[in-house]
């Protein structure tokens, strides 16, 4: 069995990560999904959440990411995600306004559908602000 995996993150915009990795994590829509190479195969919906890996080097990055899939297969990890943002390139000011509309959203939502709404989009400027600020 090797010891590394192909990793490749894509978004509709780009391709964020191609890598060999010794291990990822992502999060699943029932919670978080731990691979290693060799995994058997799988095919499960993204969360809003954080994708850790570590490279062959031994170095963990993250990256927020949110929405999408994630194919596993024994000796390669396909992410296709409608977001997926390295620390890094995280735009703080940006993601704390975010943060205080959905914030305030939230408090003014009148029915279930405008509920839901802010809920996502607070959980969405609450990842990016977790990822940024794990980097620093």
Do not use: C
Not at 6 to 29: H, M, S, W
Not at 61 to 71: K, T
Not at 93 to 109: C, G, N, V
């Amino acid at each position: 069995m090797a010891d590394t995996i192909e990793l490749e993150i894509v978004t509709p915009e780009r391709q964020v990560v191609k890598d060999r990795v010794t291990e990822v994590q992502v999060p699943g829509r029932n919670g978080y999904l731990g691979i290693l190479p060799g995994h058997a195969p799988l095919i499960s919906e993204l969360a809003i959440g954080e994708i850790t890996y570590t490279t062959g080097g031994g170095v963990s990055e993250r990256l927020f990411v949110a929405w999408g899939f994630v194919e596993v297969l024994p000796d390669r990890v396909t992410i296709l995600a409608q977001t997926a943002e390295r620390a890094e390139d995280v735009d703080v000011p940006h993601a704390e306004a975010a943060r205080e509309r959905a914030q305030q959203r939230l408090k003014e939502a009148e029915n279930t559908d405008q509920f839901d709404e802010a809920f996502h989009a607070l959980a969405l400027a609450e990842a990016r602000l977790d990822i940024a600020k794990r980097k620093q």
